[in-house]
C-alpha cells in the first residue's frame, strides 16, 4: 500500500501531536476515534522516520478534524508563523506528551476565558 514518507522535510507526526494537544486531546481519545493503537500514535508523533499509509492519514486527520494537507503541510507553513506562536510551539514540543497536553488544555481555557471577557475592559495577566 502506498504511504506517505515522514522524511526531515515533512515532520507529519510532530504536526499530528501539535494539533492532538492543541485541541486537548490524548493519545488515547485519537487512538479511539482514528481505530489505530497508542502505540503506533505514539511512535509516529515521537520518530521522524516512519512511513504512513493514506488511509491511517486520512483516519487520523477526519479524528483530529483537519484536512491531510494540514498535516502534511510544508516548512514554509511553519517558517510564516508568527515569532510568539513559533516560540510557544517550541516550548510545548520540549515537553514530554502528558505536560504538553495538560498545558495545552489550560491554555485553551485562558484563551476562552479571555475571549469571554475582553469586552469587559477587565485587566489581564501582566507580567
Known amino acids: 500500500m502506498w504511504g506517505v514518507s515522514m522524511g526531515n522535510n515533512s515532520n507529519i507526526g510532530s504536526r499530528i501531536k501539535l494539533i492532538r494537544t492543541t485541541l486537548g486531546m490524548t493519545q488515547e481519545e485519537l487512538a479511539e476515534l482514528s481505530g489505530l493503537s497508542v502505540n503506533y500514535l505514539s511512535r509516529i508523533e515521537r520518530t521522524n522516520n516512519q512511513n504512513i499509509t493514506i488511509q491511517k492519514l486520512v483516519s487520523i486527520a477526519d479524528s483530529l478534524g483537519v484536512s491531510i ?59
Open 69 to 127: 494537507m494540514d498535516l502534511i503541510g510544508n516548512d514554509s507553513d511553519v517558517n510564516n508563523r508568527p515569532e510568539y506562536l513559533k516560540v510557544l510551539i517550541k516550548q510545548l514540543n520540549k515537553l514530554d506528551n502528558e505536560d504538553a497536553e495538560q498545558l495545552s488544555h489550560s491554555f485553551l481555557k485562558i484563551v476562552e476565558l479571555f475571549e469571554k471577557n475582553k469586552d469587559n475592559n477587565q485587566q489581564w495577566f501582566k507580567f
